[in-house]
């Protein structure tokens, strides 16, 4: 129901790595090397080194994924060359307690690790501001990688400088600050007690999901909350991450978006707060 920019993605990543070895090949560009090049180790995953590329093919490919932060950031924690050209050194890196320090070198595929699971998570004020964040332009977004057992986090702020996605800064904030601070002190709890969890769901709980088995048609309906157990998903626990694309938040009313990098999946989990207690009201994939 949900366009699959993840799958899609995917997809675009294979098909630049599969673009970059015809074009190692290729003697149009002009720009050989000696023969010793070709046992050298290739670094990145994704982006081969600058110099096998045609320089107008690198611009293209660049640009086109420049377009799309999503884009930008699932090549970034794979290629070791954007890890080193798009950090801005020296980088301020604040903790908790806004202590500073200045970094001059960042394990970048450590430090982003995070994002290369199975899965990664968005969180929205509403269902409309999905598409619409992240199809409106930006030159400013929020990475949050929100660590649920010790209510802290680490934001990370990536700006578009003359087109290109750059990392600028790299902050500590608590949990029991900033506007998500209620539902995320809320959902630590949720998402690692069973029992809580069962206790915050809504009676009847709003079901929506594909039924494989009759060409793709949608189910929509309710279940009993008793029920999630065995219609429910697995919930991220643990650790989650959060995009700030630009959206809003509604201090009554989240949307998490739970986006399979492998298989494409999209799984919407929405909450509401109702007096002084929130509750998992919907379920949509």
Not at 24 to 46: K, Q, Y
Not at 148 to 157: A, E, G, P, R
Request: hydrophobic share 35%.
């Amino acid at each position: 129901m949900f366009q699959n920019r993840a799958l899609q993605r995917m997809k675009r990543i294979s098909g630049l790595w599969s673009a970059s070895l015809l074009v190692v090949m290729c003697l149009s560009c002009g720009r050989g090397r000696p023969n010793e090049s070709f046992v050298e180790p290739v670094e990145d995953t994704l982006l081969v080194a600058t110099d096998t590329l045609c320089e107008e093919e690198e611009v293209v490919e660049e640009a086109r994924m420049d377009e799309h932060f999503d884009d930008f950031m699932f090549t970034f924690i794979h290629s070791r060359r954007l890890q080193r050209e798009r950090v801005v050194y020296p980088l301020p890196r604040t903790d908790g307690k806004n202590q500073a320090e200045m970094l001059h070198k960042l394990d970048c595929t450590r430090e982003f690790a995070f994002m290369d699971g199975d899965f990664y998570t968005v969180l929205y004020g509403n269902s409309l501001q999905i598409d619409e964040q992240k199809q409106r332009p930006h030159d400013h977004v929020l990475v949050e990688h929100i660590l649920l057992d010790s209510l802290s986090m680490q934001v990370y702020d990536f700006e578009r400088r003359s087109g290109k996605w750059v990392l600028t800064a790299i902050r500590g904030q608590d949990l029991h600050t900033g506007e998500l601070s209620d539902f995320l002190t809320f959902y630590a709890h949720f998402s690692a007690d069973s029992l809580f969890q069962q206790q915050s769901i809504a009676q009847p709980l709003s079901y929506s999901t594909t039924d494989f088995e009759s060409d793709n048609a949608y189910i929509e309906g309710t279940i009993d909350a008793s029920q999630w157990v065995s219609f429910g998903t697995e919930m991220p626990r643990g650790e989650i991450t959060n995009i700030r694309y630009g959206q809003t938040y509604n201090p009554h009313h989240v949307v998490m978006q739970k986006c399979g990098l492998a298989d494409g999946m999209q799984e919407l989990f929405t909450f509401e707060k109702r007096g002084k207690t929130w509750r998992l009201v919907a379920y949509e994939n």
